[in-house]
C-alpha cells in the first residue's frame, strides 16, 4: 500500500463493478467515501465492504439515491475524485424505458455538479458500457470510441435489456457534453461483458449472462453468438488508471477477448467437463446479433496492460460461483 492519496467518492458502492473499485482503490492508499441506496428495513448486507482491508480507517458509507441527486453533496464534497459507477440495472425491463433513462441522466447530472460545487474534485470517471457503443446497425466487425449507440437500433435489436442500454448512451453522451460545457475532466470506461469473480453477496448479472451456457440459461442465448469480455479486476484497474493518467480524455473502451458462442462451447465443454455444456451443433439454431467486437487500442496506447484472459474469467467466476451456492 502506498501513502494516502486523499479522498475519492465510488458511487452504487454494493456493486459487483463498484465494490471491486472501492477495494482496489483502499490498497491503492485512497480514502473512499461510497454510496448506498437506503435501506429502510436495515435488511442489505454491507459488511462485505466494512471487512475490506483499510476499511476501518479509510471508508465510509453514505446513502445517497440516483432518485435524489442533491442526495450525493455530503459524499462528494471535499473528495479530489467520482467515480460514478451506480446505475439502474433492469435487463427485464420492469420499468418504462423513459423513466429509466430520465433517473440516470438527472442523477449523473446531479453528481456532476455537486463536483463542480466541491471545487475539490479534478476528475470525474463514469462507468458507461459497450452496449452504448455496439448497437446501430453499422455493420462494422469492429468498433471503437467513435461508435456510438442508436437509440432505434436498440429497439430493433435487443430482445431484452433495451432501457439498459438505451439509458447508458444517453447518459455517457450527457456527462461527456456536461464536462466540456463546464469545464469539468469527464472520462468515461466503456467495458464489454465484465466477467470475474465478484465480491458482493449478489448473483453479478453480467457474470450470471456470461455464464450462461453452464447455467442453461437458453433464452439468453442469442446475445452470445459474438460476445466481448473483460475481467472485473482488469476494468477496476482501468478506473484507476485513466483517473491517475494526467492526459487522459474521452471515452475509453475496455474489453479483452471477443469469442462466438461456438468458441464458448468449445472453450467450456473441455475446461469444465463437470457441467452439460450445448454443443457448437446445438446451438446452430440460435438467432441473434452477431455484435461487431471491441477495440481497445486508445486505452493500451495509454499504456494500460490487461493482467487477465479468458480462462481467469471464467476459473474466477466459476469458483466464486461455488462457494457462493449459485453452482
Known amino acids: 500500500m502506498e501513502g494516502n492519496r486523499g479522498t475519492v ?12 473499485l472501492v477495494m482496489r482503490l483502499l490498497e491503492h492508499g485512497y480514502s473512499v467515501r461510497t454510496t448506498v441506496r437506503p435501506d429502510p428495513d436495515g435488511t442489505r448486507d454491507i459488511s462485505f465492504l466494512k471487512n ?10 453514505l446513502t445517497a439515491d440516483l432518485g435524489d441527486p442533491e442526495s450525493f453533496g455530503p459524499a462528494i464534497d471535499g473528495c479530489v475524485g467520482v467515480f460514478h459507477v451506480a446505475t439502474p440495472v433492469d435487463f427485464e ?3 418504462p424505458e423513459p423513466v429509466v433513462t430520465k ?11 455537486a463536483c463542480l460545487n466541491s471545487k475539490t474534485v479534478k476528475r470525474v470517471v463514469y462507468t458507461s458500457s459497450a452496449s ?3 448497437l446501430n446497425n453499422s455493420g462494422a466487425d469492429i468498433m471503437d470510441e467513435d461508435s456510438w449507440s442508436d437509440v432505434d437500433s436498440i429497439r430493433g435489436i435487443m430482445r431484452f435489456a433495451s432501457s439498459y442500454a438505451i439509458s447508458k448512451t444517453l447518459t455517457e453522451k450527457a456527462v461527456l457534453e456536461f464536462g466540456e460545457r463546464h469545464g469539468l475532466e469527464v472520462v ?3 467495458p464489454s461483458f465484465v466477467h470475474g469473480p465478484f465480491i458482493c453477496p449478489k448473483f453479478a448479472s453480467s457474470v450470471r449472462n456470461s455464464l450462461a451456457l453452464v447455467l442453461g440459461n437458453e433464452n439468453e442465448y442469442s446475445i452470445f453468438l459474438r460476445i466481448s469480455l473483460v475481467h472485473v479486476d482488469d476494468v477496476v484497474r482501468a478506473h484507476i488508471f485513466l483517473f491517475e493518467h494526467p492526459n487522459a480524455k474521452g471515452r475509453y473502451i475496455c474489453s479483452s477477448a471477443t469469442m462466438t458462442i461456438e468458441e464458448m462451447s468449445k472453450f467450456l465443454s473441455e475446461r469444465y467437463p463437470e457441467f ?32 487477465y484472459g479468458i480462462e481467469d474469467m471464467f476459473d474466477g467466476a466459476i469458483q466464486c460461483c461455488k462457494e457462493k451456492g449459485y453452482l
Not at 9 to 20: E, K, L, N, P, R
Not at 52 to 61: C, D, K, M, N, V
Not at 103 to 113: Q, S
Not at 281 to 295: C, H
Open 103 to 113: 433517473r440516470c441522466i438527472d442523477g449523473a447530472l446531479g453528481i456532476l455538479r
Open 52 to 61: 475490506l482491508p483499510g476499511a476501518s480507517e479509510r471508508l465510509q458509507i
Open 132 to 134: 452504448a457503443v455496439q
Open 9 to 20: 467518492c465510488v458511487t452504487g458502492g454494493t456493486g459487483f463493478i463498484a465494490s471491486w
Open 93 to 95: 425491463d420492469r420499468e
Open 188 to 190: 468515461t470506461v466503456v
Open 276 to 307: 452439460q455444456i450445448p454443443s457448437p451443433e446445438a446451438l446452430k439454431e440460435v438467432k441473434g446479433p452477431r455484435l461487431a467486437s471491441l477495440s481497445s487500442r486508445k486505452l493500451l496506447n495509454a499504456g494500460f496492460e490487461y493482467k
